[in-house]
């Protein structure tokens, strides 16, 4: 029994490193910092962002919603579907936008419906948040809000610098997810806000293989920045289903930070 119950954990670990690959759940918007209030857009695409590769259709967000001062408020019903330009194709995605008016933390997190990815014969799922500061004031960046699959930060996730180091914690269901692989991803194109899409060109060359950290015990993992930009964490087969429709299913956390120069 031991043995079977440790060979269905490997086959769903190779499943979940394989199929979510450099596929990364973006929720994009392009400033991490604000001064001032402002109307924030928020672009839901699915993509390969270091390879600038294709992108793939998107279906129907099962939950979008925001955080900010422990008040949580939906954004579902925000949400329009719109085609996103990849380099190579175009693919449905959704967006929205969302008044930033009070200073502190806006924590969007996203629960899309799980993907298909046919060369694999199994489903991905990515559990995706990003973080807004408006005016300096930090008001619970590192506060985890529940989601079966997460990632907290353990540094402000809107004031990174190149060439220091990102700490985040892999959480299932609230629990620290020991071991488990993070893979890394940076936006490797310009992104056209106004026109929904990528540029055709990447900034340079993607890395031959995926970069990848591993959590410890507590499920932590840290990352050394080299360079400024938008940068992407998935911890794989963390959340607590495997089997959608009755094929395998990836339920990864999905973070995304904005990195600067000091």
């Known amino acids: 029994m031991k043995h079977a119950v440790l060979s269905a954990c490997c086959a769903a670990a190779v499943f979940a490193a394989a199929s979510a690959q450099a596929h990364f759940q973006l929720l994009y918007t392009p400033d991490g910092i604000l001064e001032k209030p402002a109307e924030l857009d928020l672009k839901l695409v699915f993509a390969h962002p270091m390879e600038n590769g294709h992108v793939m259709d998107m279906g129907e967000p099962e939950d979008f919603f925001v955080v900010f001062r422990g008040e949580k408020t939906d954004l579902k019903g925000s949400l329009k579907p719109i085609t996103w330009k990849g380099a190579h194709n175009e693919a449905k995605a959704y967006q929205a936008s969302h008044k930033v008016t009070r200073n502190g933390d806006y924590i969007f997190a996203l629960t899309p419906a799980p993907y298909f990815e046919k060369s694999e014969d199994g489903y991905i799922q990515q559990f995706t948040k990003t973080y807004v500061n408006r005016g300096g004031m930090p008001t619970g960046w590192n506060e985890p809000l529940g989601l079966p699959a997460e990632i907290v930060p353990l540094n402000k996730p809107y004031q990174v610098f190149a060439g220091g180091t ?97």
Request: net charge negative; proline share 6%.
């Open 166 to 262: 990102f700490t985040g914690q892999a959480l299932a269901e609230g629990q620290p997810a020991a071991g488990v692989e993070c893979e890394v991803e940076w936006i490797n194109t310009t992104v056209d806000v106004a026109n929904n899409a990528f540029g055709k060109q990447a900034l340079g060359d993607a890395p031959s293989t995926p970069i990848v950290a591993i959590a410890d015990a507590n499920g932590v993992f840290t990352f050394g920045l080299p360079k400024p930009g938008i940068w992407g964490f998935a911890c794989l087969g963390v959340g607590p289903k495997d089997e959608h429709e009755g094929k395998e299913l990836s339920q990864d956390a999905v973070l995304w930070i904005h990195v600067v120069q000091l």
